[in-house]
């Protein structure tokens, strides 16, 4: 490459290194994986390696993390929060050895300390006198995010220490974590709530820490290991890393699972495999093994690098399994909310002993980070062994053939003109008509937590497009029985069914339609809020921005969202094909203080025998009480079903009177009498 090109190539690492950064640390929404992102700094670090002059002040590689989130209190560690640099084969963490015995040579056989690296939230706890006073996030490394008040309302985090041997001042590291049957559990009640789900528990943790209400922590059921004390104050309680972690354990905090010592890295390295075996099975999420040189006064002689790595500590990752194909072609999805995603086409390959024939590239940005073009040769990997990506291209398998790849200024679908928004790296069809947008769409808007219309599933719509019946979401309400019964796997009796089912779905209340209609930033909730302001889809529709985001809880990236959505010639179209179709368009007007329900505040959690969360909240609602997602001392009563969570203990610990759907039917009825 020419020092152009190599200049080029630095700065598009940077920014895609930054946003990613940006995404996984303060927006909780992880754009590319572990893998991805590992590939592209190692990549980054290399070039400025061999070409100083191309490293910026505010390049990725001299961060630790990322900046505070602005509405959390700034606090400035103590000591520096370090990131560990990763080791990916025996040969790395080999050469980690060597750079440290040239430094100190007693290292070689002075003894190591492994631990599983949690794949957590790194969080660090101040205590004086054996007290907590402050709790923080890692934020840049240097300054974190005070989050004292939510760390308080995790289990394993001691409020005292037991015990009287610890320093009076001092900073306790650890990894707050969700494990993955709570994590299952969690996102089931987000979805049951019209909530989307959480990508992953590592993001949901670090999400559920920067919360600004501490009750919405404690409901996420957050865990913690401890893995290091950093003394301010005092002489350091421990000669080697694994005496820390038995006196961490003393203190009351639960420590890192399966640590072991050795003698010399060669026994290191045999156990390597063992860990490798060991972490998929493991109840949290792990991506590692932390190998540390395990005498104190070793690490001080170590030293760190750069102000930003330990040399003393190293993470030895496994590799994913990983196959080179050919690109054959880069194709663009148009999905419900009318976001374009571009995909690969790929020569089949087997991975994992699954034969991939596509896989994600998330966004037009990241593929010109990874310079992947059409026609290359491709790394594949399955991410969480699931879903397939490219990793990257096999650069010196190039011909010239290769053709770059941009994102189209037209909507492939409906050749309409695409947007994307400021800040944002995804770009939108904003034609709520498209073609591309329908099936999804159709999906969506006929799906349980929308219009909720039975037996009409993703196959059924499928059907129902290429027969021609369907074409946008008001040609349902125009379906007969007698067009159904043509169909393959029709009967008499499930088309009669369908159509009442659509018949009946017409009476939804408004909030149940704006919710379906799927526009951009308007999950259940919010819908919920817009239609109790607003009354009517009329008068939202006439709102201007400043009108829709002064509802509490909206603001103006939703009431933006909104008004294009209005504003949208086809979807007024859609709007008033539906309202001839005879669709409801009004809110209900809650019964309020007046109602049987008045002044009650219920919340439901798990699966009721006959009522969907929907018609429940809607019973409770029309009775003059409110439903809300978390228990607290001012809850009336919980109502819980199977499988309810962490809400039916968090009732009995503050003394919440607990009621089945049965008691809830009763009261209903007795004041409705």
Known sequence: MSAQDLARRAATLRRTLERANRAYYQLDAPEISDAEYDRLYRELAALEREHPELQTPDSPTLR??????????KHPHRRPMLSLANAFSPEELAAWEDRNARINPDVRGAGYATEVKIDGAAVSLTYVSGRLTVGATRGNG???????????????????????????????RGEVYIPHGTFATINREREAEGDPPFANPRNAAAGSLRQLDPAVTRARRLRMFAFQVEV?????????????????????????PHSRSFTTLEEVQAAVPEYETLLPALPFGADGVVVKVNRRDLQEDL??????????????????????TRLLKISVNVGRTGALTPWALLEPVEIGGVTVSRATLHNADVIAAKDVRVGDWVEVTRAGEVIPQVLGPVRDRRDGTETEFHMPTECPECGQPVERPADEVVSYCVNAACPGRILEGLVHFASRGAMDIRGLGEERVRQLVQAGLVKEIPDLFSLTPAQLVQLERFAAQSSEQLVQAIEASRERPLSTLLFAFGIRHVGKSVAVLLARRFG?????????????????GVGPVIA??????????????????LRQAGVRMSEPRSRGGDG??????????????TLSREQATQRIEDAGGRVTSGVSRKTTAVVAGTDPGGKLEKAREYGIEIIDEAELLRRLESANS
Request: proline share 9%; hydrophobic share 50%; charged share 20%.
């Open 64 to 73: 630790v993390g990322a900046a505070p989130a602005d509405a959390l209190r």
């Open 142 to 172: 240097v300054i974190g995010e005070d989050v004292t008040a939510n760390l308080r309302t995790v289990q394993d985090v001691p409020l005292a220490l037991r015990g009287r041997a610890h320093p009076p001042l001092m900073e306790i």
């Open 596 to 609: 049987p329900f008045a002044g009650a505040s219920f919340v439901l959690t798990g699966t009721l025998p």
């Open 560 to 577: 933006a969202a909104v008004v294009t959505w209005f504003a949208n010639p086809a979807n007024a179209r859609m709007v008033a094909r």
């Open 232 to 256: 301010i104050d005092g002489k350091p309680p421990a000669r080697t890393h694994s005496d820390a972690l038995d006196l961490l354990a003393s203190w009351g905090f639960e420590v890192t």
């Open 536 to 552: 009517t889809l009329e008068s939202l529709g006439v709102a201007d921005e400043a009108s829709v985001s002064a509802v509490p």
């Open 303 to 324: 030293g760190v690098v750069g102000g930003r790595e330990p040399r003393w500590a190293v993470a030895r990752k496994f590799q994913p399994d990983v196959a080179v």
